[in-house]
């Protein structure tokens, strides 16, 4: 029997988190006690963040940090900024980066934070206000062997850059380890900011190769054009892919001739011009239509709980690439598997970003910086294996590469915490 939710966490995506969690424990028969102890966070805080806006009034807005396993290693997770954020996705996406440390090999447990804010609604100096009060706040549990921030939504290397220097100034000397996703000036990695992008890409390669199939004839669909799409787009469209569409928060643009997808990202990364108002690449179309165009491969690359119940029986694709965290429902996982499309889960496919945030820590340690070179073959490596050893178990198992997945990380954490005991 699966032990209790915890209420405090209760939201959808916990929820879902947690259901996975549970499928996955089930199966492979996990210790009872382990499964209580692993099904809610080892440490939360929540926190108020006051700042003082540019026309002098005071917000005060919520913010959270949560550690959910940490006997692996320093605890490690982005930071996101949006209105949504709660404790209860904040509690799931921490649980999501423990099985996606786990899984790839990276000495680290899971965390995440976040604060209840629409970054697009406050100034660079309101920003930097923000993120530095936060910090500070959460700044008691943080630490380069403790807990190691990221980017994550809504938060960018800049933001970063302020996490590196409010925790720096409160002990009194740099500590480039603090923080991941830095500029590369004080202690960032060479491909760090398109890792994650650079991961999907190497899965959604690997993907096709194992069934005998070319990427120069795919037709490719992405939703979302942050950090994670805009950089999978890209590199996937310089291997050969025909990227038929891709959207962010206001809607997207179809070419089933293909986009040209390095002007779309000149203008949304630099100009920072929304998809729909470009013109002239494609017709417009809506996100949830996006979802059920034809193509060989889908991508969901923006937040979590598109692919429901309800659009599942309409995807018209042959793989799912989740470069989301959690993009998929669970019963939406059920449509999908019975219908024989192939998910590579999240956990799997955007391992990218976390991975190279862990060559960047290595780096700020050894104060050695590595050629991007050797960072991509790195990744590369991590990243196929990965997702060579998640196939063999998910067809020797006969179970999802879901479950093989989550299996494998649950299994790295078990053994750990097996090793090291119940203190006292
Ligand atoms: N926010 C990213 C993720 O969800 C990266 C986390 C990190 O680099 O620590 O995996």
Known sequence: MAPELSQEFDHPTFRLAVAQFDEAAHLMHLDPNLWERLKAPHRSLCVSVPIRLDNGDIKVYRGYRVQHDMSRGPTKGGIRYHPEVCLGEVAALAMWMTWKTALAGVPYGGAKGGVTVNPAMLSPAELERLTRRYIAEISPILGPDKDIPAPDIGTTPQVMAWVMDTYSQQVGYSVPGIVTGKPLAIGGSLGREEATGRGVADITLETLRQDNRSITDATVVIQGFGNVGSHTA???????????????????????????????????????????????????????????????????????????????????????????????????????????ILTVPDILANAGGVIVSYFEWVQDAQRFSWKESDIH????????????????????????????ALMTGIEEVAQAHQCRGLYP
């Open 234 to 340: 890209r590199l996937l469209h310089q291997r050969g892919a025909r990227i038929v569409a891709v959207s962010d928060q206001q809607g997207g643009l179809y070419n089933p001739e293909g986009l040209d997808i390095p002007a779309i990202f000149a203008h949304c990364t630099q100009e920072k011009t929304p998809v729909p108002s470009l013109t002239g690449f494609g017709d417009r179309i809506f996100n949830e239509d996006l979802l059920t165009l034809p193509c060989q491969v889908l991508i969901p690359a923006a937040v979590s709980e598109q692919i429901t119940e309800k659009n599942a029986p309409a995807l018209s694709c042959q793989y799912l690439i989740e470069a989301a965290n959690g993009p998929t429902t669970l019963s939406a996982d059920a449509i999908l598997q019975d219908r024989g």
């Open 377 to 404: 073959a790195r990744l590369h490596e991590i990243m196929t294996s990965a997702f060579q050893r998640m196939l063999a178990r998910s067809k020797e198992k006969r179970v999802s590469m879901r479950m093989a």
